[in-house]
Every structure is written in C-alpha cells, then in structure tokens.
C-alpha cells in the first residue's frame, strides 16, 4: 500500500511558477513509477507527467512540454512538479499517482487527494 500526499498548490498570476510536491509512504517508493495528472472542471483527467522508477526517463504532454519539469528524490520518497510560465488554462486539481511496472504504460494504482492549481490571467 502506497499513500500519496500532494502539496504546493495555490493561487498564482499569469506567467509565474509554482512547484508541486507528492511525498509517498513506504519503503517500496523507489519501485514504483509515478505521475502528475490534472482535472479541470467540465474536463477530463489529464496525464501532464511521469517520470521513471530510476528518474531516467521521463514524458510530458504538449500542453505543458517546454514549461513543466518533473523530478524524483528517492531518499526522500518525493516527486515533483516545477510548473513555469504558468497559463490560466493551467487551472485544474493536480493529482499525483504512482505505479509499477512500465513506467509510461498502464493504469495507475494508488492516488492522492490532489491539490488546487490556480493561474490569473
């Protein structure tokens, strides 16, 4: 059992940054492979990232690509977003989710609560 605790959110301007967190309980963080999704309202869920077990590898959507990076800290059970140049079509609730297995293939098992994106214009 993996629990995923999202923090980081907020309100920002148009242009600005922000950096999501997602701290994992357990000792099996490092195997699982792990992902940022986002939902805006009247919207369907969003894969926006995902990064490897090992943090090699890593994908993005085009919506995002050029503006988010996301990264890993095994030792500290922690993956993150940094979100750059942020645009108000940004605005969504953010999930982070983990898996195993390949990394960029397949559903997701576990899921955080999600945290608030917020972006003026």
């Known amino acids: 059992q993996v629990q995923l605790v999202e923090s980081g959110g907020g309100l920002v301007q148009a242009g600005g940054s922000l950096r999501l967190s997602c701290e994992a309980s357990?000792?099996?963080?490092?195997?699982?492979?792990m992902g940022w999704f986002r939902q805006a309202p009247g919207k369907e869920r969003e894969r926006v990232a995902a990064?490897?077990?090992?943090?090699?590898?890593?994908y993005y959507a085009d919506s995002v690509k050029g503006r988010f990076t996301i990264s890993r800290d095994n030792a500290k059970n922690t993956v993150y977003l940094q979100m750059n140049s942020l645009k108000p079509e940004d605005t969504a609730v953010y999930y982070c989710?983990?898996?195993?297995?390949?990394?960029?293939?397949?559903?997701?098992?576990?899921w955080g609560q999600g945290t608030q994106v917020t972006v003026s214009s």
């Open positions: 990064i490897s077990q090992s943090g090699s590898r890593t």
């Open positions: 989710a983990a898996k195993t297995g390949a990394w960029n293939t397949g559903p997701y098992t576990y």
């Open positions: 357990g000792r099996t963080f490092s195997s699982h492979a």
